[in-house]
């Protein structure tokens, strides 16, 4: 499953301390990064766009999520592939079970 996530930051950078938890979840193998960019909205108003990384975040995503950032943030923008979620829904199969629904949560 792919997730479109979104981590807002005060200020002009993100706080580095959420990073080492994705690098361990990609490490291990329960999610991969297929995409990655900063959203930076300055204090005018004014955009930038920092490290576009995969071209699978489109600029329609990038202007949604610049339209609700706050100036004077910055967005970690992914996007995720629940690389365990191919395991456990194979072994799902093989009991004759199956997924009807399966939403994003948002924290």
């Known amino acids: ?19 080492p ?4 979840l990609a490490a291990s193998g329960t999610v991969r990064i297929l995409d990655a960019l900063l959203v930076r909205k300055c204090t005018s108003g004014t955009v930038e766009v920092v490290d576009p990384a995969g071209g699978l975040i489109g600029d329609e995503d990038i202007d949604d999520v610049a339209a609700d950032l706050a100036p004077g943030h910055t967005a970690v923008v992914l996007v995720l592939d629940h690389a365990w979620e191919a395991g456990a829904r194979s072994g799902l199969r093989g009991t004759g079970g199956r997924v009807v629904l399966a939403t994003p949560a948002v924290a």
């Open 21 to 24: 938890e994705l690098r361990r």
């Open 1 to 19: 499953m792919l997730e479109f996530v979104v981590l807002d930051f005060p200020g002009d950078a993100p706080d580095a301390a959420y990073a």
